[in-house]
């Protein structure tokens, strides 16, 4: 008798932990869509701060590997049309540095971030940081990226994914869209923040 409790003990604790192992999924995969993605962008110039933003994108976040909550990754391609910096003649004139018609998409690939907390630890008020490393392509370039920032609870369940980086354009033969009386930094600050919905549970 003793022996058939402790083995319902056993039983109980192991589904319970497969349970909780199960709902660390940070509300995922979502569809990286202009919906899910807020992303801004910052170029310093001789006159000015040149603010933009990205219009459109696709792509996906997922685990990388569906039972361990520590492995997410991410696929985003962003079209150079998407890039939006409020100046019909601005956008044109940094299509033409990138060469748009030959290379018209940027992707970021970030095949693992790893929070520093557990997702149930959000529930507490807990904002957890992560910080990782990927790639990104231009043109015909790939260099390695970091990114860093924060995760926290938003509303209606939902988990909200912060962060910045930062990218050389010049790195990835983009023309210098420098004119002789204004010089463009070769800097880029990026800023971002991913909505990951709360899943709809089946009635």
């Not at 260099?143 to 930062?166: C, F, K, W, Y």
């Amino acid at each position: 008798m003793v022996t058939k409790i402790m083995w319902s003990i056993v039983a109980v604790v192991t589904l319970v932990g497969a349970t909780a192992a199960n709902a660390e999924n940070w509300n995922l995969p979502v569809a990286a869509d202009a919906q899910a993605v807020k992303m801004a962008f910052f170029l310093d110039t001789t006159w000015h701060t040149v603010e933009g933003s990205v219009k459109e994108l696709s792509g996906d976040i997922r685990l990388a590997n569906p039972k361990n909550p520590q492995t997410i990754a991410a696929t985003i391609t962003i079209p150079v049309s998407a890039l939006d910096t409020d100046s019909a003649s601005r956008d044109e004139e940094m299509r033409d540095s990138m060469e748009a018609g030959r290379f018209p998409s940027i992707r970021v690939d970030m095949p693992q971030i790893s929070p520093s907390c557990e997702e149930r630890q959000l529930a507490d008020g807990v904002a957890c940081t992560y910080a990782t490393k990927g790639t990104v392509t231009i043109r015909d370039v790939t260099l390695p990226i970091a990114m860093s920032g924060g995760i926290r609870r938003g509303d209606a369940g939902a988990i909200l994914v912060d962060g910045t980086t930062q990218l050389d354009w010049s790195q990835f033969g983009v023309k210098d869209p420098s004119i002789l009386i204004a010089k463009v930094d070769e800097q880029v600050k990026i800023e971002f923040e991913i909505t990951l919905p709360r899943k709809k549970t089946a009635q």
